[in-house]
């Protein structure tokens, strides 16, 4: 799973420092500010730094996460698009760390300022962001919506679905959250996703089935589960989402061709679970079939995953 196309890795785009000059300055200070930060992640990789230099880097780096400003700052560093990338990298692992290891000593209302800051740098995120960026922004999303959607976060499918209508790369992060969700709610081996999984099964089986069907073959559901947005669902938009990339010149188009399997493969991962009735509906076979016969290998492939997948995962 990723939301965009390949950019060299973190340390790559750190400019090399002076380990010698680093170290004296890593002992010298301890304030969690952005030359600290960055000062630091420049010792790391910098090849000039021994061996004590980046240990006492790495430690900075791990004690400012833990810092109470830590979410705002690191939502500060990862938002500044001015920044090297490495250094909104840093601020997003700060953001990470605020989410798996502190959710639980959070006020209501520190949580919604910190989702706030999720959903903000993935509305802000830029075509030319690298790719790590826009999958760890991602990751976050999915993070949150593991320990809060359904409960305190009811309007995530509202905010999703205006994420979509943005652009090719906003609409890989919401492919990366729905393809992540079904996987990590369903397959039962996340252990946070496993804590709330019956109530975050509800909510995935209500924003990916059409309305019609959830009121046709659900009647007695619990409706007052109040999640969605709008009577579509998530499963038509993906099938209609793959139906225009198909109409496109995907083989030319990187951008089209790439949206066309990153929609495959969150189809593919809510094949196992999906309500049949809803697959019928939405012409789910009618447009994998379209997929399968294109002269692009790596769409027959993903395409014939899919078909095969609603099978292979869910007999005895």
């Not at 960055?38 to 833990?66: C, H, V």
């Not at 520190?110 to 999958?135: F, M």
Request: charged share 20%; net charge negative; proline share 5%.
């Amino acid at each position: 799973m990723d939301a965009g196309g390949g950019h060299p890795a973190p340390q790559a785009a750190l400019a090399n420092g002076s380990g010698g000059a680093q170290q004296s300055q890593l002992n010298g200070h301890r304030q969690n500010d952005v030359s600290q930060v960055l000062e630091a992640l420049q010792a790391i990789y910098a090849p000039n730094s021994n061996n004590d230099t980046r240990r006492q880097a790495t430690e900075y780096l791990e004690q400012a996460k833990r810092h109470p400003d830590a979410p705002s700052q690191g939502f500060t560093l990862a938002n500044d698009p001015t920044q090297p990338a490495a250094l909104r990298h840093y601020g997003l692992t700060m953001l990470e760390y605020s989410i798996k290891y502190k959710w639980e000593d959070f006020t209501v209302e520190q949580g919604t300022e910190l989702r706030g800051s999720v959903t903000e740098l993935a509305k802000q995120t830029a075509e030319d962001d690298p790719v790590y960026l826009r999958n760890k922004v991602a990751q976050l999303w999915t993070e949150i919506a593991k320990r809060s959607w359904g409960a305190e976060w009811l309007d995530m499918d509202e905010q999703l679905v205006a994420l979509w209508q943005h652009s090719l790369h906003h609409q890989a992060i919401v492919v990366y959250v729905l393809e992540t969700l079904s996987e990590e709610v369903f397959n039962r081996e996340d252990a946070t996703a496993g804590l709330r999984g019956s109530d975050l099964g509800r909510a995935c089986v209500e924003i990916f089935t059409p309305t019609a069907v959830l009121t046709e073959h659900l009647p007695t559901r619990d409706k007052g589960l109040d999640v969605r947005c709008g009577e579509q669902g998530w499963l038509r938009r993906l099938c209609d989402n793959l139906g225009y990339c198909l109409s496109q010149d995907y083989q030319n188009q990187e951008p089209v061709r790439t949206m066309a399997v990153k929609t495959l493969n969150a189809l593919r991962a809510a094949m196992p679970w999906i309500i049949p009735k809803a697959i019928g509906a939405t012409q789910v076979v009618g447009t994998l079939s379209r997929a399968l016969a294109v002269p692009v290998v790596e769409l027959q492939l993903v395409s014939a995953a899919t078909v095969t997948s609603k099978y292979v995962l869910t007999r005895p």
